[in-house]
């Protein structure tokens, strides 16, 4: 381990060296100049520099300079001052100064100068400007602005420096900036901010113009209103151009849009048509086929019907036969055997009146038999046309209803021609009625006829009888007076409708017209077995 002598001497060295070391950054740092992008330091005396000039000869100089940056300087064998490279602001204000026409005016402008960055310019500065301050700069830089504008207003009008003053200014400075350079200053703008003039010259040249400016105006204002009322004129017109062209356009759009549309509408209803018209075709087939197997089974229910119906006209017939022409021809064979035995008895008294008779019950058939016959005939006829129609309407639809009509019709002749048969069998059986059996049947309506003209009394509730005192009965025996008296007016009531007097009649008939009259007050008599 060192003895602490040794450490004391080492601590002292190094207290030394520590030291030396600041004293040479103090020394340093008081030696060093430094400068900004805004200056230039101009190092005098020492080695100078060497430059090589625009003619390729080399000189020293006794400076050299230094921008943005810094050095070390010798103090005792060097000089350091600095050159500004900022702006400097001159403010021109000139007095009165006589242009071309020899109008005094003055002009009141700014000026921006500078030392120019370069090697050459900022030498140059240095050479000219190193003691002098700034305002000192700044008077020489004026001085030779303001002698520059004043040569230069002396050529122009003063027209043409108020008209066209930026360029006036360009001038001055375009000028200025030789002499300036020659100093290594440049000028980095130059502004024109007022003429003026005493004497009102640059007052009247703006009236003038003022009033050739409104005169402008006005012109102006007239031709572009003229202009514009003619672009409007234009333009609407054009307007109305595109609107019709548009409107023509729409109108084709529309007409071949509604072209096209029917065009479709008129196939797809084509296409429609011919596929309903297969549909129909194929659906009035099947049902032309179902029709065809209805006919078959309607004609087979229908020969089943005839026969049915042939059975039963046939069954009617014998019941007819049983019913009616049996009984007639029974009840023919009685009363034409008692008409024999009586047409006998009276041959020589009464054959005269037994013809008449016989006439009139003739005459009575024959009506009856022409009736029947007509009757059947229009039957017939009625079928026949019902037939026609049926049939008609059934060929319309379907060939085979023809059948059901044909049946139909032959079954209704059947039935008119079984009527007329009856009705014929009837009339012939009228045919040979005599007298008694015309009394006969007149007599068997009488009750009826009687109880028809009596019916209307046994309608009523009540009856009140007012006897006005002629003596023709009261009570019950006015009410009987008065039923024989509506029963008596029957015989007038017949005579009147059938021509046949029922008295006159009776009268003729064998076993009636012998008996004495009866009295009027009596009651009325039982039919006797003859007559009924």
Same mark, same amino acid.
């Given at each position: 381990?060192?003895?602490?002598q040794?450490?004391?001497?080492?601590?002292?060295?190094?207290?030394g060296i520590?030291?030396l070391?600041?004293f040479i950054i103090?020394?340093?740092?008081?030696?060093y100049?430094?400068v900004?992008?805004?200056?230039?330091?101009v @190092?005098?005396? #020492?080695?100078?520099?060497?430059?090589?000039d625009?003619d390729?000869?080399r000189r020293?100089?006794?400076?050299?300079i230094v921008?943005g940056?810094g050095?070390?300087?010798?103090?005792?064998l060097?000089?350091v001052?600095?050159?500004?490279l &900022?702006? @400097?602001?001159l403010?021109?204000i000139?007095?009165?100064?006589? $242009?071309?026409q020899?109008?005094p005016?003055k *002009?009141d402008g700014?000026?921006?100068i500078?030392? +120019?960055?370069?090697?050459?310019s900022?030498?140059t =500065?240095?050479?000219?400007?190193?003691?002098?301050?700034?305002?000192?700069i700044?008077q020489?830089?004026?001085?030779?602005?303001?002698?520059?504008?004043?040569?230069?207003l002396g $050529?122009?009008?003063?027209?043409?420096v108020y008209?066209a003053?930026e360029?006036f200014?360009?001038r001055?400075?375009?000028?200025?900036?030789? /002499?300036l350079?020659?100093m290594?200053?440049e000028?980095v703008s130059?502004?024109?901010r007022?003429?003026s003039?005493?004497?009102?010259?640059?007052?009247?040249?703006?009236k003038t113009r003022i009033a050739?400016?409104?005169r402008?105006?006005?012109?102006?204002e007239?031709? =572009?209103n003229r202009d514009?009322t003619?672009?409007?004129a /234009?333009?609407a017109q054009?307007?109305?151009t595109?609107?019709?062209?548009?409107? $023509?356009?729409i109108?084709?759009a529309?007409?071949d849009?509604?072209? +096209?549309?029917?065009e479709f509408t008129a196939t797809v209803?084509q296409?429609?048509?011919?596929? /309903?018209?297969?549909?129909?075709?194929?659906?009035?087939?099947?049902?032309?086929k179902?029709k065809e197997?209805?006919?078959q089974?309607? @004609?087979?229910?229908?020969?089943?019907?005839?026969?049915?119906?042939?059975k039963e006209?046939a069954?009617?017939? +014998? &019941?007819?036969?049983?019913?009616?022409?049996?009984?007639?021809?029974a009840e023919?064979?009685?009363i034409?055997?008692?008409?024999e035995?009586?047409?006998y008895?009276?041959?020589?008294?009464?054959?005269?009146q037994?013809?008449a008779?016989?006439? $009139?019950?003739f005459?009575?058939?024959e009506?009856?038999?022409?009736s029947?016959?007509?009757?059947?005939?229009a039957?017939?006829?009625?079928g026949l046309a019902?037939a026609?129609?049926?049939?008609?309407?059934q060929l319309?639809e379907?060939?085979?209803?023809?059948?059901?009509g044909?049946?139909d019709?032959e079954a209704v002749?059947a039935? #008119?021609? =079984?009527e007329?048969? =009856?009705?014929?069998k009837?009339?012939?059986?009228?045919?040979s009625?005599n007298?008694a059996?015309?009394?006969q049947m007149?007599?068997?309506?009488?009750?009826?006829?009687?109880?028809?003209i009596a019916?209307?009394? !046994?309608?009523v509730d009540?009856i009140?009888?007012i006897n006005s005192?002629?003596?023709?009965?009261?009570?019950? !025996?006015?009410?009987?007076?008065?039923?024989?008296?509506?029963?008596s007016?029957?015989?007038? *009531?017949?005579?009147?409708?059938?021509?046949?007097?029922?008295?006159?009649?009776?009268?003729?008939?064998?076993?009636?017209? !012998?008996?004495?009259?009866a009295d009027?007050?009596a009651?009325?008599?039982?039919?006797?077995?003859t007559a009924?």
């Open positions: 381990m060192p003895s602490p040794i450490l004391i001497w080492l601590l002292y060295a190094a207290v520590v030291s070391g600041l103090v020394i340093y740092s008081k030696l100049r430094k900004g992008p805004n200056e230039v330091l @190092i005098s005396g #020492g080695r100078g520099e060497t430059i090589t625009e390729g000869e020293r100089l006794g400076f050299r921008k940056g050095s070390l300087i010798n103090p005792i060097e000089r001052e600095t050159i500004s &900022e702006l @400097i602001t403010d021109i000139t007095p009165e100064m006589y $242009t071309k020899g109008v005016i *002009v700014v000026a921006q500078k030392v +120019k960055g370069d090697d050459v900022v030498r =500065a240095a050479e000219q400007f190193l003691q002098k301050t700034r305002e000192e700044k020489i830089a004026y001085q030779t602005v303001a002698g520059h504008l004043r040569a230069i $050529t122009l009008t003063v027209e043409e008209a003053h360029a200014a360009q001055v400075a375009e000028v200025s900036a030789g /002499d350079a020659n290594g200053l000028v130059f502004t024109i007022e003429i003039d005493s004497r009102g010259y640059l007052e009247a040249i703006g050739q400016v409104k402008d105006a006005q012109i102006g007239a031709e =572009a514009a003619i672009r409007a /234009d333009a054009e307007a109305s595109a609107k019709y062209l548009a409107d $023509t356009k109108a084709e529309d007409r849009y509604r072209l +096209k549309v029917q209803n296409r429609k048509a011919e596929a /309903d018209l297969a549909y129909d075709l194929q659906k009035f087939t099947t049902a032309q179902v197997q209805e006919v089974v309607q @004609i087979v229910e229908k020969e089943k019907q005839t026969q049915l119906e042939e006209i069954r009617r017939e +014998k &019941e007819l036969v049983a019913t009616v022409q049996r009984p007639a021809e023919r064979t009685r034409q055997t008692i008409a035995a009586e047409q008895r009276l041959r020589t008294t009464a054959a005269g037994a013809e008779a016989k006439a $009139t019950g005459a009575q058939a009506v009856v038999q022409k029947g016959e007509a009757e059947a005939e039957n017939k006829v009625r019902e026609e129609v049926v049939k008609a309407r319309a379907a060939a085979g209803i023809e059948a059901k044909l049946a019709a002749r039935k #008119g021609l =079984a007329a048969e =009856a009705m014929a009837r009339a012939e059986a009228f045919r009625y007298e059996a015309v009394a007149l007599i068997e309506k009488l009750p009826e006829i009687a109880q028809s019916s209307p009394l !046994s309608k009540k009140v009888m005192g002629g003596g023709d009965g009261v009570g019950a !025996s006015k009410i009987t007076g008065e039923i024989t008296s509506i029963v007016q029957v015989p007038p *009531v017949i005579e009147a409708m059938t021509g046949i007097k029922l008295h006159d009649l009776m009268s003729r008939v064998p076993g009636l017209g !012998s008996q004495p009259p009027p007050d009651a009325a008599p039982e039919p006797s077995a009924k």
